[in-house]
C-alpha cells in the first residue's frame, strides 16, 4: 500500500563538504525533488485517506547554521554558541523522526564521521535509511575558490585547517 511504502522511503541525507562547497544549494534541490515526489503521490493516494493522512511531512533540513542567524536574517557566527547550537539542531532534527519526516537532510559540514555519528544512529534508531550526499572537491585549488563564495566568510586559512580535516578521516 502507499502508506507502507512512504514509511519504507523515509531517509536521512547527510550532506558533507567544505563551506562555499554548495551543500545548501545542493540540500534545497533534494528537497524540493523530495516535496514534489510525495506531493505527486499523496494525489495517486487521495482515494485512500489513510494513506495520505499516514505519509508524514514531505521533508526538512536541518542546519546549525541557521541558529547564527539573527532576526534580521544577518548570519553571526559566534564560536561560545557552536556547542549550544549544535545541540539545538540535533534536537530539531529528532523532532523530524519523531514526526516521521520522509527526508531529512542535514545541512552541516559533516567533514569527519564522529561529527555526525550521533545522526546515522538516531536515524537507523528510527528506522531510517542513511545516505551520503558528499559535495565540491577536496584540493587547494577548490578550498580557494570557496573562499571566495562561501555565505559565512569563512576564510581560506581556516578552510585549509578544515581540508585537512577532511583527509584525516
Known amino acids: 500500500s502507499s502508506s507502507s511504502s512512504s514509511s519504507n522511503n523515509r531517509v536521512v541525507i547527510i550532506m558533507r563538504g567544505l563551506p562555499g562547497s554548495?551543500?545548501?544549494?545542493?540540500?534545497?534541490?533534494i528537497?524540493?525533488?523530495?516535496?514534489?515526489?510525495?506531493?505527486?503521490?499523496?494525489?495517486?493516494?487521495?482515494?485512500?485517506?489513510?494513506?495520505f493522512?499516514?505519509?508524514g511531512p514531505a521533508v526538512a533540513i536541518?542546519?546549525?547554521?541557521?541558529?547564527?542567524?539573527?532576526?534580521?536574517?544577518?548570519?553571526?557566527f559566534n564560536s561560545e554558541l557552536l556547542g549550544i547550537n549544535h545541540q539545538k539542531n540535533f534536537d530539531a532534527f529528532c523532532q523530524s523522526l519523531a514526526k516521521g519526516?520522509?527526508?531529512?537532510?542535514?545541512?552541516?559540514?559533516?567533514?569527519?564521521?564522529?561529527?555526525?555519528?550521533?545522526y546515522v544512529l538516531a536515524a537507523w534508531a528510527a528506522g531510517y535509511k542513511v545516505q551520503e550526499d558528499v559535495v565540491g572537491?577536496?584540493?587547494?585549488?577548490?578550498?580557494?575558490?570557496?573562499?571566495?563564495?562561501?555565505?559565512h566568510g569563512v576564510p581560506y586559512e581556516k578552510l585549509?585547517?578544515?581540508?585537512?580535516?577532511?583527509r584525516q578521516q
Not at 137 to 151: I, M, P, Q, S
Not at 160 to 166: I, K
Request: cysteine-free; charged content about 20%; hydrophobic content about 45%.
Open 160 to 166: 585549509l585547517v578544515m581540508l585537512d580535516q577532511w
Open 53 to 55: 493522512l499516514e505519509a
Open 62 to 76: 536541518h542546519s546549525t547554521d541557521s541558529y547564527f542567524v539573527d532576526a534580521t536574517g544577518a548570519y553571526r
Open 101 to 118: 519526516v520522509n527526508t531529512i537532510i542535514v545541512d552541516n559540514t559533516n567533514l569527519q564521521p564522529w561529527q555526525y555519528e550521533k
Open 137 to 151: 572537491e577536496f584540493t587547494k585549488a577548490a578550498v580557494a575558490e570557496y573562499a571566495t563564495r562561501n555565505v
Open 22 to 29: 554548495g551543500k545548501s544549494t545542493r540540500a534545497a534541490q
Open 31 to 51: 528537497a524540493a525533488e523530495a516535496a514534489t515526489t510525495q506531493a505527486a503521490a499523496s494525489v495517486k493516494a487521495l482515494t485512500a485517506a489513510t494513506a
